[in-house]
Each structure stands twice: as structure tokens, then as C-alpha cells.
């Protein structure tokens, strides 16, 4: 696929979903951007999904989901440059107001999917990592009495074993509750002489008997105390005087969770998932063919609709509690079937861009799992792979059922690579047989009867010709324009490094090289001549793409976006022309201070492609028109 310019895209994408004023919570997953809008309707989906790089739209689980592919992350980092207040997983910050209310099963997917999806690729990482161990002890390839076990065991295991300290932390951010706090009432539920206490004998709290159970790796337990601990944190910031409140806080949370946690919530909640998970055993064991073809017939659609969140505190809730997750089994089959199905669109297809699309999209899913960039982006706009890939899939998945499929380690992507994790599987042969007769089906059946090259076009694509300018004239306009050489001070004041300025977004550099400047006046003005790409509504960023394509990103102030444009008159709009020095905004200084937000102006090069050097000079003072960064091509 052509490569796409994350950093002009973001600005036209947010403009396209109604604005920052309409973005109550920003998040991404493994392939989409996952936004929680005040009101949907103002987003214009169809001129969403005819944007390069989008593959389609899904609105689910109260989410306005854009499905991107594999470079999400790329998207996500652009998008927190011009929504920093939203930038957290999961969370809008506790400001800008609520979305529309969202129906019980709405909220569950989105609470499930906002405390799993920021760990969910070192879940599957260590959990591959765990399986591909265990092959190796199970052909001897390793002594498992060796410390090189040990110390690879330890790696692999960890994170599992330590989920409750995980999910404490992403808990926390739903939940806005203290994340450290969290982290101390999750260590409580698998500290070492807690977890010795599951010993079968008779304990006590205060007289009150206790009901030890274990802990380690579970999820339900700590995501319940971490929502009472966010009430009980606002009742002790009411009850305690804030010379008190810092410290007093903490302890008072502490003292109250763990022992209400361990009494009363790990009990009742550990019964309640070891119920689920063992109901789900119950069908598979008794009636497998049932649970493989709806598992493996409808995973997709699951992830189609992101309501597959639902089920990944099961499935790591059954290998707590059985030691293996059987509804596993089947979606190796429903992965595999439908990459099988976009393969064979590649193969079959005259088209050179469908081509292009399917191949790494159906690669995506033979090997890492993936399959939104083959099922949006190929087999779901012709509909026939589609289906056939479901129809594989729930084939496969029967027999894999039958064959009792199972994984032991949590958070696997099923696809080639994970296969190790299957190889406690009892009938193990059968099980790979069942994999492979649901790719058959759904490449034979879309190689045979699922193309045709005149039904639907690849996202992007139209009758005349790419959407979008002429590509090849705007690489040439990029390259006959003068080389930009330096950046200049968009208003006096005093310099900062960037590692200085109080984001943790810009001060990582994960949106480029740059400068801030504690600007001693509220008119600010272009660094560099340019077009103007990027306007916030609320005037408190901007972006220009200079001629020669060096994309620069104006942010005036930290967290400004919540003051919805008070204080901020913008003098340009999008489209505009500008020559380093034109004014972009007016910012009454004074008031954005009152309001408590930091002034600092951040000026950084967000796209260095066929850049040497961005370099910035930061000398203490800095006056408008003179250089700040210098720029090596």
C-alpha cells in the first residue's frame, strides 16, 4: 500500500468526526482509532471512509471506531498532538464533558476494552513467548531443571502471573481512581504470604473468617475493587482537609480495600468468573459441536464490532480457572479461514491495487492474527469472501471443538505463529485438521466463485483513478521547492528545551524534534512559509506544510483545548498561504493563565522524512523572526 501522511491525515480526519469539541475520549487498539463522540451524527462516516488509509468505519460499543491497520499507533500519535488532553487509553482526562449515555452492553465493551487494549500486545507477546517455551520443554529442546528455563519461564510468565497488578493500573485510568493506590491493593491479592495462606486451612481477619482463593493472574477481582476504591478515593478527598488529603488518602484507601477486597469482593467475584468459565467448559465439553460453529462462525463478526472484548476476560478467566481456555479452539480456524479468503482474492484478482491491498492485509492474518485490514479492506466489500470465510471458520471450528482445542496461556493472537500454544490439545491432529479444512473451504470457495473484479473497489479506489490529487504531481511540486532551512521564533519569550515542557507528549519527542517558548506576548505567528493544514476551532493549534513538504505543528499553551476557544482569536484558516512572521492567532495571555493552564508554546517538525537533522537552538531568550531550529536536509 502507498505510503499515507499520518500527519496531514489527523487534522482531516478530526475535522470529518465533528471537531474536537466533539471528542469526549481518544484511544486505539491493534488496527483501529477508537473515539467516543458527544454526538455521532455529526460525523460524516462517508467521507471518513473514502479518506486514504482508512479502511472503513465501525460504530460499536459506544465507539466511533476507524479502522486503520497496522499503523494505527503511527495515526494515534498525531492525534494526541492535536487532542493532548484526550491522549490517555482510554480516558478523556476527566474534562471536556460525557458522551451520550450508552446501553449495558455497550458499557461493558467499552469498559473491558479500554482496561484491556492498552496491554493486550504484551499479553499476547508473553503469551506467545510462554508457548513457544513450552514446545521447546515438551521436545526437550531445554532442561526444564536448567536456570535458563528459569530466568525464560520468569520472563514469559510474569506478566500473567502479575495481571492483577496490570489491570489495577488500566483499571485506575477508567476508573479515574489513584493508578499506585490501585497497584498496591492488586500486589496485596498475590503477595507471597497471602497466596501461601490458599493452603486449604482455616484463616481469619479480625475474627472475621476469610475465604482465601487464588488471586494470581485473575481479572475480575481487581477490576471491582479498583471501581470501589474511585468511590471510596472521593469520599476520603471530601472527609480530609487538604493539608491532610495527599497521604491520608492512599492510606485510608488501602486500609479499607484490601481487607474489604479479600472478605468480600475477591470471594464474590472469583466465584462469579470460576461459574462463567466453568459453564463454558461445560459446553464445549458436552456439546462442542455447538460452541465450535458459533465461535468459530461468528468470531469475526465479533471483532467486526469489537464486541469480542466481551469474551477476553473469559478466556483468561478459563485458563485461571481450568488451567486452559477452550474457547480458543475454534478461532484459529475462523483467523485462518478468512486471511485464506483474501489470499485467494489476491490470487484470482485482475485488479493491481486490490492486489496490492490484499497481500499484505492477508499476510497480517496468517501471521500475526489481524484480520480487520483483510475483512473491511477485501473480503467484506465483495460480501462472498466474506461469507465463505465465516462458513470456514465455523467448519474448522466444530471440528477443532470436537477435537477439544485448547491454549493455556493467555492473550494469544491465534494465527501461524501461535500454533505451539495449541499443543496441549488432546486430539491434536484432528484439531489441525479442522484448521485446514476451514482454510480450504474459504479459499476454494472465494478462489472459484468469490471475485469479481467489477463488484466493489478497495478503500480508496474509484472508476477514474485513485482518490485524492495526482500523487505523481505533488511528488514533483514537493521536489522542485526550495529546501526549508530553519524554523523561527513565533513569538518573544524564553526558550525551553522540549524534554522541559510539562506534556509528556511532546517531551518525549514522540511527535518530533523541537522547541518550547514561555512567550512573553499573545500574538503568534508562522515559523516558516507554508500552507496552513491544521486550524483548531478552538485556535489553540496549528499546522503548516511548507512547499518542499516539512510538516511543523504550532501548539500554543498545555491542555488549552478544554478552554473550547476562550481567550484565542485565530487569524488563519485552513488553506491559507503564510510567510514566516504572518500572525496565526491572538491569545490573551493573561486569561489563560487565570484559568490555570501553562503558556508554553511548543513549535516541533513533525514529519522528518528525507530530513538529516532538526536541531534546536535553545539559548534561553527567544525573539520573534530569529531562528529556533535548524534543519538539515
Known sequence: MAKVDYAAMAPDLLKRIGGEANVSALSHCATRMRFVLRDASKADTAAIKDMTGVVTVVQAGGQYQVVVGNDVPLLFGQMQALLPGLGSEGSDGGKGGSARPLNPLDAFIGLVSAIFSPVVWTLAATGLFKAFLAMFATFNWIDQASDTYTVLNAASDAFMYFLPLVLAVTAARHFKANQFTAMAIGGALVYPSIVAMNDGGSHAFLGIPLVIMSYTSSVLPIIVAVWVQSHVERACDRLFPGALRNFMTPWASVLVMVPLTLLTIGPLTTTIADGIASGVQWLFIHVPLLGGIVIGGFWQVFVM???????????????????????????????????????AVMLRTRDAKVRELAGPASLSGFLAGVTEPIIYGINLPRKLPFYFGILGGAVGGAIGAIAGGRVSQAGVFPSLIAIPAYLETPRLLLWAIGVIVGVAIAFTLTFMFGVKDDVAAGPGERAGGPAGPDATTGASAVADAEPTRALVAPVDGSAVPLERVKDPVFSSGALGNGVGIVPASGRLC?????????????????????????????????????????????????GDRVIAGDPLVDVDLEAVRAAGYDTTTIVVVTSTAGLSAVVPIVDGDARAGETIIEIDH
Open 305 to 343: 464490532f469489537g464486541l469480542h472484548w466481551g469474551l477476553v476476560p473469559i478466556m483468561t478467566q478459563e485458563i485461571t480457572t481450568n488451567g486452559y481456555s477452550l474457547i480458543y479452539g475454534p478461532i484459529e480456524a475462523a483467523v485462518l479461514a478468512q486471511a485464506a479468503a483474501g489470499l
Open 526 to 574: 508562522a515559523p516558516a512559509a507554508g500552507t496552513v493544514v491544521t486550524a483548531m476551532e478552538t485556535g489553540h493549534a496549528f499546522g503548516i506544510r511548507t512547499d518542499d513538504g516539512v510538516e511543523i505543528l504550532i501548539h500554543v499553551g498545555i491542555d488549552t483545548v478544554n478552554l473550547k476557544g476562550a481567550g484565542f482569536t485565530p487569524r488563519v484558516a485552513v
